[in-house]
């Protein structure tokens, strides 16, 4: 993409990046006590905002505490 937009020194740069996977899944939820809903899908997704706000450094651990 970065070479089709004419950013060919961007392209570079993508072969050292990887992304990071988003720490909690839905069996820590689970785990955690709570029960399979469609609100265990915005508790991630509230979870994943907050994991991007931070630029990525919230913990699994951090995260999981905001349930309290």
Known sequence: LALYLGQPHLAKLGIWFSPTAFPVTGKDLQDAG?????????????MRAKWEASDFELTRQQLLDTLR
Do not use: H
Not at 35 to 45: E, N, Y
């Open 34 to 46: 709570m029960s399979p809903s469609p609100g265990m899908g915005r508790v991630l997704t509230d």
